[in-house]
């Protein structure tokens, strides 16, 4: 479920700017080198806006932290949206869509972080009459949020966990397969190993024939293998 934040261009409660509250929060990721210059404008360079004739914003797919806090506004509920600056400080900067309210309200989770996206402020495209890729600025940031709802949430760690016990039964079938293909080498190598058995048994043919007219290279080459077999089990 995808929404704009509301009201991100209004003020709060105690007169401060939410516009500014955005800079701001953008500031502290900037000041802590956290937001890399090869980030910006969603990693496009200006070829690539040329090219593909994009709109971009700056900070367009930077993740930033934001957490949603349920509240009443004249009698009905209201969803506020905090963004979240690099120390972690929540900052007030609009609400959820009122039409949205009702369908997320019981669900949220006011501990828990969500991810947030910053559109808007300045945009890069490319201007065909002047042949190049020009600087817009806009001046208003907007807020952008992607909710997974409890069920959804419980649906991927669902998913996650079955992927998770597919990869553990991989790996186990593997060691079992391992085993058997080491104890299968090792009881030929033991039997036949002087005459290169356990070599035409992995395809190694060449080392095969050696060990077949030099008896597992006097006896040597068939030792060190017995060990190094039995070390891998």
């Given at each position: 479920?995808?929404?704009?934040?509301?009201?991100?261009?209004?003020?709060?409660?105690?007169?401060?700017?939410?516009?500014?509250?955005?800079?701001?929060?953008?500031?502290?990721?900037?000041?802590?080198?956290?937001?890399?210059?090869?980030?910006?404008?969603?990693?496009?360079?200006?070829?690539?806006?040329?090219?593909?004739?994009?709109?971009?914003?700056?900070?367009?797919?930077?993740?930033?932290?934001?957490?949603?806090?349920?509240?009443?506004?004249?009698?009905?509920?209201?969803?506020?949206?905090?963004?979240?600056?690099?120390?972690?400080?929540?900052?007030?900067?609009?609400?959820?869509?009122?039409?949205?309210?009702?369908?997320?309200?019981?669900?949220?989770?006011?501990?828990?972080?969500?991810?947030?996206?910053?559109?808007?402020g300045k945009y890069k495209e490319y201007d065909i009459l002047?042949?190049?890729?020009?600087?817009?600025?806009?001046?208003?940031?907007?807020?952008?949020?992607?909710?997974?709802?409890?069920?959804?949430?419980?649906?991927i760690k669902t998913k996650n966990k079955i992927e998770e016990?597919?990869?553990?039964?991989?790996?186990?079938?593997?060691?079992?397969?391992?085993?058997?293909?080491?104890?299968?080498?090792?009881?030929?190598?033991?039997?036949?190993?002087?005459?290169?058995?356990?070599?035409?048994?992995?395809?190694?043919?060449?080392?095969?024939?050696?060990?077949?007219?030099?008896?597992?290279?006097?006896?040597?080459?068939?030792?060190?293998?017995?060990?190094?077999?039995?070390?891998?089990?």
């Open positions: 479920m995808e929404f704009k934040v509301k009201g991100t261009s209004y003020c709060n409660e105690d007169g401060e700017k939410r516009q500014e509250i955005i800079q701001k929060v953008i500031k502290t990721y900037i000041d802590n080198e956290s937001i890399e210059k090869e980030e910006l404008y969603d990693g496009n360079t200006n070829k690539d806006i040329k090219d593909y004739d994009l709109k971009v914003s700056i900070y367009e797919g930077i993740p930033f932290l934001a957490k949603l806090k349920k509240n009443k506004y004249k009698d009905e509920n209201c969803i506020e949206v905090y963004l979240l600056d690099y120390y972690k400080n929540p900052k007030m900067v609009g609400y959820v869509p009122k039409e949205l309210v009702s369908s997320i309200f019981d669900d949220i989770d006011e501990d828990e972080e969500i991810l947030a996206e910053i559109v808007g002047e042949d190049k890729v020009v600087i817009d600025d806009m001046g208003i940031y907007g807020i952008k949020i992607n909710y997974i709802t409890r069920e959804e949430r419980n649906k016990q597919k990869q553990i039964n991989k790996r186990e079938y593997n060691k079992r397969q391992q085993i058997k293909s080491l104890t299968t080498e090792l009881t030929i190598c033991i039997f036949l190993g002087m005459l290169g058995g356990h070599k035409f048994y992995k395809g190694e043919i060449k080392k095969g024939i050696l060990y077949l007219f030099t008896g597992g290279i006097l006896g040597i080459g068939w030792l060190i293998d017995i060990i190094k077999l039995l070390i891998e089990f």
